[in-house]
């Protein structure tokens, strides 16, 4: 484990208001909290703007990295950032299907945790496995993207992104669009709790069929928290000042939920004519892997108003400063 | 839990007083049972100072309570449960007649694996009284009637496929007519498949919010409309046809149920506790009653707004099939228990292995053990205004002996002169539900570590003692 001493003086804030030993969820997190965690990634920013970009805050802390789905950007991101900070890294590709799942996660978390991990970030196609983990596991669990249900380190790098692109870095009133397949999104989840939380003017659109669901949770308005549910991407685009387009599976076609890729990209692409009703410096993000041509037209994607690529950076920057806050906070709870 | 009594006759001149609920002979009030040698000798309702002091809020004193619907595992899932154990959690829950499901390994669906488990049940050396459904298609299948007239014969008291529903409404109408020759229900889990392909929660707010995929409304209420087509079809021609939705847990559905018999149509249902106390929102770590749960416009509150989250997300034991359901969902079953619509409260009791929920909320296996917390979740339905005490014991005792049409002897009531079936409940009291209180081997139940008011102190079945607290 680090200690205080390992912190490099005066570059990264003390975690004092930060009391999660896990991250989860981003439904319980507090402005302040929310607040603290961009403040770090500016640091770590700055870091990764250093020559040698590594600092030793996480020096001897044993991070394995479980990812039960196939992915590369958010595997490596969390390899990267981990790795900048100094930790000793594990990666596990593990196999799973519901069917012939083998070992259960419960006894693979205990394994992991027997060889010494400290830190345990986990993808899984279940949502709510991540709770499962941080059940039986004695370090911390940063999920990292659990089923449909959230990805809190992917909705932190965009609400980072999105900041750094709005003058005074403020989210207050400013309508942001996530555009697509909600329904399977843990992306959209997770952003509709952080970007409410932020006071941003949140508006949900896709064909009915994908938003299944999102009527019900806009009507509760959770803990007050107001958002539009549309099917109408003309007025969800109008004056927009953010949008985020949301990847289309193929799967879905199968299921029934849409005729077909080409009426999506008809329909709800988001293409330079369907911009023009936006705000004219609207932000375009996408948290990949995109379709392009389906869900964003190819000249989207590399306008000079995308900042796709902006996120994939802000997401090592973001995963190094939950991986520290999370580290922090285990020191304050005397690494319990 | 204390050790289990000896089985054996009660010493002579047991007498408990109490507050007693008849629903055979529509009586309730302070009353004294004298059992002599098992038999219930004299029942006397008292009054004027003889009655002072004697509430409600005491001891209760009960006809024994039947379950239409409890799964007990055997043959083939005994890590699960096995009918000693099972017997032995109907009985630690008040229940002297249990209805076991057919969904075993092998399926109940010929008479050998009746006289299988009936070995099984005369074995136990329990007076509880175990009575079984068969599989309505082979296997379980869903493809040919399994050997219903055989079954009959061998004493089965209902056809169920329960687990899933009958999908083909062919087969379906065909089990309806050749079942009512035999004087039986059919007795179908109300689904629509195509609709709950890889369900984990009832679709809705909660759901969507977890990620968790829906399990919509729909495939409930459409099957149960379905149902009831059929079944009017088929009583044209048989007129003994009967058909009974088990574990119905939506406004929708009831409101089917509502109408059909208002045509007058041979239909009953039941509801579960977990379906009438329970919500989804537990799923997301709230722990209220579903009627905490309601706002003031009857719409379901929202437990992320007012701090009512207070547990961990994704529990395992909160997957059941059907799902919990919305805060008015359940209201409308309770509002159906009051108004008729629902016939009997049913536990569905379902027991599983650690093995078996200790995964992915997604991944678990379906169900809720049940049988020793129905009747404390039921009285706290009660405490809370939510149903009439008399009622609710309709609905746990004659409504599901009606559903059985009084097959095997069923007949609840507190009648002197015969074997004492009575099950004697103290209300002041409460118990903590921990796995080591549980009898049942099963200890999946959401509300482990809750104090729940009504602790059973004596349950007698067929003038023995099946369980003494004492």
């Known amino acids: ?336 | 839990m204390s050790e289990p009594a000896r089985v054996g006759d009660v010493a002579d001149g047991l007498v408990i007083r109490g507050w007693a609920v008849d629903p055979e002979s529509g009586r309730e009030g302070a009353a004294e049972a004298t059992i002599h040698d098992g038999i219930l000798t004299r029942m006397t309702w008292l009054t004027g100072t003889a009655a002072q002091g004697i509430e409600p809020g005491g001891i209760l004193i009960l006809p024994g309570l039947v379950d239409l619907h409890a799964h007990f595992r055997e043959p083939g899932n005994e890590d699960a449960e096995t009918i000693v154990t099972g017997m032995a959690a109907a009985a630690h829950g008040g229940f002297t007649t249990a209805c076991l499901m057919p969904n075993t390994t092998p399926a109940i669906d010929e008479a050998s694996v009746v006289a299988l488990v009936r070995g099984a049940t005369a074995a136990s050396g329990s007076p509880v009284r175990v009575l079984i459904h068969g599989a309505v298609t082979a296997g379980r299948k869903g493809d040919t009637l399994s050997a219903m007239g055989e079954l009959a014969d061998a004493g089965v008291v209902g056809f169920s496929d329960d687990g899933a529903p009958v999908r083909s409404a062919s087969i379906l109408r065909n089990a309806l007519a050749y079942a009512g020759a035999l004087g039986l229900p059919v007795i179908d889990h109300p689904e629509d498949p195509s609709l709950t392909e890889g369900a984990e929660a009832s679709e809705g707010y909660v759901a969507t919010v977890l990620g968790l995929k829906g399990w919509p409304v729909a495939a409930e209420a459409g099957s149960v409309a379905r149902s009831i087509a059929i079944l009017a079809d088929v009583v044209r021609d048989v007129p003994a046809a009967r058909l009974h939705l088990t574990h119905v847990s939506t406004a929708a559905a009831l409101d089917h149920v509502r109408a059909a018999k208002a045509a007058g149509l041979p239909v009953t249902c039941d509801v579960t506790p977990h379906h009438l106390s329970l919500t989804d929102e537990w799923i997301a770590g709230a722990r209220r009653w579903a009627w905490q749960a309601l706002d003031a416009q009857g719409r379901a509150r929202d437990p992320w707004a007012d701090g009512a989250l207070v547990a961990p997300p994704f529990d395992t034991s909160l997957r059941v099939n059907p799902p919990l359901r919305s805060a008015p969902d359940a209201a409308a079953c309770l509002a159906a228990l009051r108004d008729g619509t629902a016939d009997a409260i049913a536990t569905d009791h379902a027991p599983h292995t650690e093995v078996d929920k200790h995964v992915e909320f997604g991944w678990a296996i379906n169900g809720i053990s049940g049988l020793e917390t129905a009747l404390p979740v039921v009285l706290a339905a009660v405490a809370a205004g939510g149903l009439p005490l008399a009622r609710a014991i309709e609905a746990l005792t004659t409504g599901p002996a009606s559903v059985l049409a009084g097959r095997d002897g069923v007949r609840p009531g507190l009648r002197a002169g015969e074997p004492a079936d009575l099950v004697v409940v103290d209300t002041g009291t409460s118990w903590t539900v921990t796995a080591e209180a549980l009898a049942s081997k099963g200890k999946n139940t959401p509300l482990l570590g809750r104090s729940l008011r009504g602790v059973v102190r004596l349950t007698l079945a067929g003038g023995r003692v099946a369980y003494t607290a004492d």
């Not at chain 1, 402005?31 to 640091?43: A, C, G, Q, S, Y």
């Not at chain 1, 020096?59 to 992915?71: K, Q």
């Not at chain 1, 941003?200 to 064909?207: E, F, H, N, S, V």
Request: net charge neutral; with cysteine.
């Open chain 1, 1 to 336: 484990m680090s200690t205080g001493a390992d912190r490099p003086q005066g570059a990264i804030p003390a975690p004092v208001h930060w009391a999660h030993r896990h991250l989860l969820d981003v439904d319980a997190l507090t402005r302040p909290e929310i607040d603290l965690v961009m403040r770090t990634t500016d640091e770590m920013r700055d870091v990764l703007a250093r020559p040698i970009p590594k600092v030793p805050a996480l020096r001897g802390v044993a991070v394995t990295i479980l990812f039960y789905e196939a992915s590369t950007r958010t595997r490596v991101s969390f390899e990267v950032a981990a790795k900048n900070l100094s930790a000793d890294v594990v990666n596990i590709a593990a196999a799973s299907s519901s069917v012939s799942k083998g070992e259960s996660l419960v006894d693979t978390v205990r394994t992991i945790e027997a060889l010494g991990a400290d830190m345990l970030v986990m993808r899984h196609p279940a949502s709510g496995a991540p709770y499962l983990a941080a059940e039986v596991f004695g370090g911390s669990v940063l999920n990292g993207g659990d089923g449909w249900h959230a990805h809190p380190s992917q909705a932190l790098l965009d609400l980072y992104t999105i900041r750094s692109r709005l003058p005074g870095g403020s989210l207050e009133g400013r309508k942001i669009v996530i555009l697509g397949d909600v329904l399977h999104s843990r992306v959209a989840r997770s952003n509709v709790w952080t970007l409410t939380a932020m006071g941003a003017d949140l508006w949900i659109c896709g064909p009915t069929t994908l938003l299944r669901g999102f009527e019900a949770w806009a009507a509760h308005g959770a803990a007050g928290r107001r958002f539009t549910v549309t099917s109408d991407v003309d007025a969800a685009l109008r004056d927009a000042d953010v949008v985020m387009a949301l990847r289309i599976q193929k799967e879905r076609m199968a299921s029934g939920l849409l005729p077909s890729l080409r009426e999506y990209a008809a329909r709800y692409g988001l293409t330079k004519a369907r911009l023009r009703a936006a705000n004219p410096d609207c932000v375009v993000m996408h948290p990949g892997p995109m379709n392009e041509g389906v869900e964003i037209a190819a000249d989207v994607a590399v306008d000079p108003r995308s900042v796709i690529t902006t996120q994939v950076t802000n997401g090592v920057a973001v995963r190094m400063a939950l991986l520290y806050l999370l580290a922090g906070a285990r020191h304050a709870e005397g690494g319990s």
